[in-house]
């Protein structure tokens, strides 16, 4: 017997048949003696619907209302999984996340989780009922609703599994595992078994979408063992005993911490992030305080930067290269062409039709070479690199849009990731 939180996404629930499964595989698991605590998102494609309603009457909608909005689509499949749980007489009861008291800061619409009221919960598990709470969101200490930001119910299975002190949090979606890359765009990639903290916090933060980025942060830091898996495929009961595996093998993916037995790839996966832009200011007078001066606007501005290059000034000038978010393009091109009258540059340009491509891997950090592997393998696709960074475990390359696919599956190649290791 194990107390499981487990997360269900927005196809795990997008229809009532979805749900009336969803319901059918908590009742195995019940039948199976685990105390559950399930969170879901909202219905497939319905916090896209109430983001485009709030848009159709103000582009820039006052976060607070926009998180009343939002949190709506959650309110509604914890009452049908709940109805559908209690009609095959297993016991449920709902609760939103101000209920359960999720209590976060006062950051509209990507608010933090600081504390759970775990009482509550701990009352109704004693009574052997499950508990549905409603994914991304919580409230503040004003009483106002928050969200978590997109892709929040991750975060608030992890939180609510470490508040608990749950024996794994299992976060079920529409693939059955974190793979090397995105199997829609390679459907080679490989499912991994095992992944570490640190690298799917790297490809969760260079655009895998499969978890949350502060999700695998909470796991991280609370050890909160996190698995990946199916809500298509029959439940596999990994109880208290993480390493268990369907008689299949079809236990999706743990997130955990490097041992010995994990395979030793060199690189463990590609991520690829389609929201990118970039912008250059070229002909800066070069002089202390440059940097600052061009990112501290665009900072007060609210647009977060991501990548940043400064060329080395041969003639006093200098070019200043960096990416934001497309949505924030516009907004950042208007402020750095203020800025470049202010400094007296040359000229801004700028290109919204951009991606990045990473490789990422703890596997990195012992072995030289993998750079050149990977301007390599893009060379010979005639793929040319506009930007590149480095960290410990992870190589980023910005390439022109119209390449991502090729430069995916090339990488994926190179790499050798479809074949186990
Ligand atoms: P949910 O609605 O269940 O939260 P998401 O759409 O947020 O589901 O996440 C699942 C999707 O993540 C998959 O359908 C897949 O296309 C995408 N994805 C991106 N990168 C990966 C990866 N490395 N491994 C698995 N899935 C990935
Ligand atoms: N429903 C929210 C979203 O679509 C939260 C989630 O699904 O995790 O982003
Ligand atoms: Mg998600």
């Given at each position: ?75 509604v499949t914890i009452a049908l999984l709940s109805m559908a749980l209690n009609k095959r007489g297993i016991s449920a009861r709902s609760y939103t996340g101000t209920q ?48 978590l930001g997109r892709g929040g119910s991750d975060t608030t299975a992890v939180a609510l599994a470490a508040a608990l002190k749950a024996d794994e949090c299992q976060i ?75 008689a299949d093998g079809s236990n999706g993916t743990l997130i955990t911490y490097e041992d010995d037995e994990m395979e030793q790839a060199l690189i463990s996966g590609i ?151």
């Amino acid at each position: 017997m194990a107390l499981i939180v487990q997360k269900f996404g927005g196809t795990s629930v997008g229809t009532v048949d979805r749900i009336e499964n969803v319901a059918d595989r908590i009742g195995k698991f019940r039948e199976h003696g685990d105390d559950i605590v399930v969170v879901v998102s909202a219905m497939s494609g319905e916090t896209n619907r109430l983001v485009e309603l709030a848009h159709s009457i103000d582009e820039k909608p006052e976060a607070r209302e926009y998180d009343v909005l939002l949190s709506t689509g959650e309110q509604v499949t914890i009452a049908l999984l709940s109805m559908a749980l209690n009609k095959r007489g297993i016991s449920a009861r709902s609760y939103t996340g101000t209920q359960v008291h999720i209590l976060t800061d006062s950051t509209h619409n990507k608010a933090r989780i600081l504390s759970i009221e775990e009482k509550k919960m701990r009352t109704d598990l004693d009574k052997g009922r499950v508990i549905v709470v409603a994914g991304f969101q919580g409230v503040d200490e004003h009483g106002n609703i928050t969200t978590l930001g997109r892709g929040g119910s991750d975060t608030t299975a992890v939180a609510l599994a470490a508040a608990l002190k749950a024996d794994e949090c299992q976060i079920y979606t529409d693939v059955d595992g974190v793979y090397t890359t995105d199997p829609r765009v390679v459907p080679e990639a490989r499912r991994l078994e095992k992944i570490t903290f640190e690298e799917m916090l790297e490809m969760a933060s260079l655009g895998s979408k499969v978890l949350q980025i502060r999700a695998v942060e909470f796991a991280g830091k609370y050890n909160v063992p996190l698995r990946v898996l199916s809500s298509f495929d029959e439940p596999a009961f990994a109880s208290a005993d993480t390493s268990d595996k369907n008689a299949d093998g079809s236990n999706g993916t743990l997130i955990t911490y490097e041992d010995d037995e994990m395979e030793q790839a060199l690189i463990s996966g590609i991520a690829f992030n389609r929201d990118e832009a970039k912008l250059t200011i070229l002909g800066v007078p070069d002089r202390p305080g440059v940097a600052y001066s061009i990112l501290g606007p665009i900072g007060d501005s609210n647009v977060e930067i991501d990548m940043i290059i400064q060329n080395i000034s041969a003639d006093g000038t200098t070019d200043f290269t960096f990416t934001v978010h497309r949505n924030d393009y516009v907004e950042a091109k208007e402020v750095l062409s203020k800025v470049s009258d202010e400094l007296g540059a040359r000229e801004v340009v700028g290109d919204d039709k951009i991606v990045k491509i990473s490789i990422v891997g703890v596997g990195m950090r012992s072995h030289a070479g993998i750079a050149s592997k990977m301007f390599k393998a893009l060379a010979e696709e005639g793929i040319n690199i506009i930007m590149i960074s480095t960290s410990e475990i992870k190589i980023s390359v910005v390439v022109d849009e119209k390449y991502l696919e090729l430069g995916v599956r090339t990488l994926h190649s190179a790499f050798g990731l479809e074949q186990k290791v």
